[in-house]
């Protein structure tokens, strides 16, 4: 298994560029989150979505949206992208069902906007 | 939504101390997850505690569950070169969507 997986793993956009990262993961896992992660900031949640079909805002929604496009893939998009948000962005995935939901995270994709 | 604070923000140890983070909040938490990520790597969990009180052990690493459910602590034995990394906590709301809310980890160095 190759757990969960990211592309790119690097990427360099100027200022209203956009684009989209990409996450996958072979668990069969119902849960798929998307992460920020800067320097003292921690883990902030962008979006999320609890099942295949559904996606919703986190506590960073805003300059991206998502796409579920089936059980295996969690998209992320920045239509115009900004400085701000120069960030390394990890894609996670969790089981979704009763028990311990660990969440299994992606290798990150280091993001630089000029 | 519930929130952590975890501290100390950074600990720089030598080789063999110990070393401690915690993880508080205000309100009392259904769980609790830790995670640890490598310099350069992604969070890797290391363990969940949900009842009261609980203690769990790996090795050198000694897990705690406040009696309250406020807060929790991760205490490593002896530290090693290889114990290097951040140190975060996260507490699921319990509900349907499982997300978990992160503490902004505890930064370990070790000085071999």
């Known amino acids: 298994n190759a757990g969960v997986t990211q592309t790119p793993k690097f990427q360099v956009l100027k200022t209203g560029q956009s684009m989209t990262l990409q996450c996958a993961q072979d668990?069969?896992?119902?849960?798929m989150y998307w992460y920020r992660q800067d320097p003292g900031m921690g883990l902030r949640l962008i979006y999320y979505?609890?099942?295949?079909?559904?996606?919703d805002k986190g506590e960073v929604p805003n300059g991206y949206n998502v796409s579920r496009l089936n059980k295996r893939e969690f998209s992320l998009r920045l239509e115009s992208a900004a400085p701000s948000q120069t960030s390394v962005y990890f894609c996670?995935?969790?089981?979704?069902?009763?028990?311990?939901?660990?969440?299994?995270f992606g290798p990150g994709t280091r993001l630089t906007v000029t | 939504g519930q929130q952590v604070m975890q501290i100390p923000q950074y600990q720089h140890v030598q080789e063999g101390e110990d070393f401690t983070t915690y993880c508080n909040s205000s309100?009392?938490?259904?769980?609790i997850q830790w995670y640890k990520q490598r310099p350069g790597g992604h969070p890797v969990f290391l363990i969940q505690?949900?009842?009261?009180?609980e203690v769990k052990k790996q090795k050198r690493l000694t897990f705690q569950f406040g009696e309250a459910k406020k807060n929790s602590s991760l205490h490593i034995t002896a530290t090693q070169t290889t114990d290097v990394g951040t140190y975060f906590c996260?507490?699921?709301?319990?509900?349907?969507?499982?997300?978990?809310?992160f503490g902004k980890g505890t930064l370990l160095t070790v000085n071999p």
């Open positions: 505690l949900v009842k009261s009180g």
């Open positions: 996670a995935s969790t089981r979704g069902s009763s028990g311990v939901n660990e969440q299994y």
């Open positions: 309100t009392t938490l259904s769980n």
């Open positions: 996260g507490t699921g709301g319990g509900g349907s969507n499982y997300k978990l809310t």
């Open positions: 979505s609890a099942s295949e079909g559904t996606t």
């Open positions: 668990m069969n896992h119902n849960s």
